[in-house]
């Protein structure tokens, strides 16, 4: 309800903010049409049933940062490769408002330098090809209830590169995004739209999803981000599938209760290709990860379903801690460091002794927390976590020599560190949790890694 009441007061804001510049900017009226060099020096509103065309090759200086372009009638800033056209202004400078405006408009070969928001947008349709975006706060600015075209297009530089608001569903296909200092796309408040087919390079988060997300995120590359996909409260969405991710901080990260579908995908030199926190427990299917420095990181009673995987020269295949047991089955680990490692607070010892619900709810409690999902979280948990029925290459040999009761240097667990203490919760002796690999598959499974695209 808060959230509720707080969007209502943005957008009347938002609205009122907009109809005072109506009100004191140049109106537009009929057919207007600019070319060569514009020099804008107040803000200009087309009017409802207007349009406003600007001619290829036209330059557009803006005099002042208050300066603001509202459409409620139609723009068409149709550049060419040979003549872009161009809005240069002072930084933070206002941009192009639709507001509430017919579909038809159109930005192609249209370059944007140092706005506030380049491109901001309530209730309208409309198509971005082949643009430029540079050094803006905002490049694209969905605000509510739009969803455009967005195709071919490079954004650099910028804070955010398109922000997905309030039941946006825009087509993000085939752009690249480089060096967004917040994210490249921010989706939240019941957006929704297909992002394929595009690269990320070095951003902070390439894309960051709060609340659901029913849609997918397929065939793009992520290359060199911070974090390539981060999840919080998403549920069993998105479908993250047949993307490439190579050398990012983190790949996907799963947070609070974000359980992703993550398929078909390939997780090659990242530092952790999958992290899982709090709850994130996504399913994890036919996905390759290589040379990565841990490809799953399972922690706080994340519990991802992990199967016809492909782990292959892991640093660390798979890690976990704080009461997370993942289901895996049915995968090939081929020449990992370490296959499995348990953390120090992966103890089902601990959990029966002393709990760890009551502390995550007086944690939440004290932070006003009033998330429903926590009350589902588990109380019971087996000692060790199960790794049988996979195929360990030329590792299985290792342990047909150790036996199933083994301790294998292939794994890290009660053998390595039969008790752990916390001093942070109180002077108590516990067991770490052990780690089942028996029975073992004396064969590799078939199937396993990317599927080839029907």
Request: proline share 5%.
């Amino acid at each position: 309800m808060w959230h509720q009441k707080a969007l209502t007061s943005f957008v009347a804001v938002a609205i009122v903010l907009f109809l005072s510049g109506y009100c004191n900017a140049k109106e537009l009226s009929g057919k207007v049409r600019w070319s060569g060099q514009i020099d804008l020096q107040e803000s200009v509103v087309v009017s409802p049933g207007a349009s406003l065309s600007i001619a290829p090759g036209t330059q557009i200086t803006i005099a002042n940062p208050q300066v603001k372009i509202s459409v409620r009638g139609f723009i068409k800033a149709n550049g060419s490769a040979s003549a872009p056209i161009v809005f240069k202004g002072p930084t933070g400078w206002l941009g192009v408002e639709f507001m509430e405006a017919p579909p038809g408009s159109s930005f192609l070969w249209t370059e944007f330098y140092s706005a506030q928001a380049a491109i901001s947008s309530f209730a309208t349709d409309f198509k971005v090809e082949n643009c430029t975006f540079k050094e803006g706060e905002f490049a694209i600015k969905l605000l509510r209830e739009s969803s455009p075209v967005i195709i071919n297009s490079l954004f650099e530089n910028n804070q955010v590169g398109v922000a997905n608001e309030m039941k946006s569903g825009p087509e993000i296909r085939g752009n690249r995004f480089i060096n967004q200092t917040r994210s490249a796309i921010l989706a939240s408040h019941n957006s929704k739209g297909v992002i394929t087919e595009n690269t990320f390079e070095k951003n902070k988060q390439a894309i960051a999803l709060l609340q659901n997300y029913p849609d997918r995120i397929s065939k793009n590359s992520f290359i060199e981000n911070e974090v390539g996909i981060y999840c919080n409260q998403t549920k069993s969405t998105p479908l993250i599938e047949e993307n490439s991710f190579e050398r990012n901080q983190y790949g996907v990260l799963n947070f609070s209760f974000s359980y992703p579908v993550i398929k078909n995908n390939r997780f090659v030199g990242n530092k952790t290709a999958v992290h899982n926190d709090q709850y994130g427990s996504p399913l994890v299917e036919n996905n390759l990860f290589r040379d990565n420095e841990t490809a799953l990181y399972s922690y706080r009673k994340s519990n991802p379903k992990v199967r016809l995987n492909s782990f292959e020269k892991n640093d660390l295949a798979l890690y976990c801690d704080f009461s997370a047991y993942p289901e895996i089955k049915q995968n090939n680990f081929l020449g990992n460091t370490v296959g499995v490692k348990l953390g120090i607070y992966q103890s089902a010892d601990w959990e029966r002794r002393s709990g760890s619900k009551k502390i995550m709810q007086r944690e939440a409690s004290s932070r006003k927390s009033q998330n429903p999902l926590l009350a589902k979280a588990p109380e019971t948990f087996n000692d060790y976590v199960d790794v049988s029925g996979n195929w360990w290459g030329d590792d299985t040999a290792q342990l047909v020599k150790v036996g199933k009761e083994g301790n294998s240097p292939l794994f890290y667990d009660r053998h390595d560190k039969p008790e752990v203490t916390y001093k942070d919760y109180g002077p108590g002796v516990y067991k770490l949790d052990r780690i089942q690999f028996s029975p073992w598959l004396d064969a590799p499974v078939k199937g396993v890694g990317p599927l080839e695209t029907q």
